[in-house]
């Protein structure tokens, strides 16, 4: 079945530290997305992926990074910079751009 | 720059009807899309309007109205399994980019 696999499901930093979220798809979509999701608050873009080696910073990249190497993939790292980094992160991808986004079952991230 | 509003609560009993408004601002409207998400999980697509009027898919239907910056989305014959968080989000061209910026997010609570 296609889809997209995030993991981990649950992940926890330790002050300083750096950590990657993955973000898997073989639904063969261009456009990849993620997102944060804070406790009662709707989706906030951290940053979004057209193509193959082309990313775009949205609303709230700062402290995070991204790498789109292969269509697949969209791994998400949360650097020590982040400073806020517990939420609910949400990976989607799209067809096209009038096309619904398909949501990852997403990563909880906490500090330790 | 893109905002929406949405109510935060709206309560129903099974059997009913419920109308979740959503007004935006944003340039370069492309489209108005509507997502469910229950508690913990992702979001899931409802339904899109790229063009004024209703669209309807099964018990849920949307409206879009581009000169009044206003949809809804409408829940029939209200189920328990409805309870969820339902998030209203337009694609614009704000920055350059189409790119889905979501509201809030409204808090159905179905009760029997």
């Known amino acids: 079945d296609g889809g997209i696999t995030q993991s981990p499901k649950y992940l926890f930093r330790k002050e300083g530290q750096n950590v990657t979220l993955s973000c898997e798809q073989n639904?063969?979509?261009?456009?990849m997305y993620w997102y944060r999701q804070d406790p009662g608050q709707g989706l906030r873009l951290i940053y979004y992926?057209?193509?193959?080696?082309?990313?775009q910073k949205g609303d709230i990249a700062e402290g995070y990074s991204v790498s789109r190497e292969k269509k697949e993939s969209f791994p998400l790292t949360v650097t020590s910079a982040q400073k806020n980094p517990t939420a609910f992160y949400l990976c989607?991808?799209?067809?096209?751009?009038?096309?619904?986004?398909?949501f990852g079952d997403g990563t909880r991230l906490s500090i330790l | 720059g893109q905002s929406l509003e949405q109510p935060s609560e709206v309560t129903a009993v099974e059997g009913a009807i419920v109308q979740i408004n959503c007004t935006y601002q944003?340039?370069?409207?492309?489209?108005l899309s509507w997502y469910q998400q229950h508690d913990g999980g992702a979001p899931t697509f409802l339904s899109y309007?790229?063009?004024?009027g209703l669209e309807e898919t099964g018990r849920f239907s949307s409206f879009l109205s581009r000169s009044d910056s206003y949809g809804y989305l409408l829940l029939q014959e209200l189920q328990m399994k409805d309870s969820a968080s339902y998030f209203c989000?337009?694609?614009?061209?704000?920055?350059?980019?189409?790119?889905?910026?979501f509201g809030s997010g409204t808090r159905l609570q179905v009760q029997p």
């Open positions: 989607a991808s799209q067809d096209r751009t009038d096309q619904p986004q398909h």
């Open positions: 989000a337009v694609s614009g061209s704000y920055t350059g980019r189409r790119a889905l910026t």
């Open positions: 639904l063969n979509h261009d456009a």
């Open positions: 309007n790229g063009l004024d």
């Open positions: 992926s057209q193509i193959v080696n082309d990313f």
């Open positions: 944003t340039s370069g409207f492309y489209g």
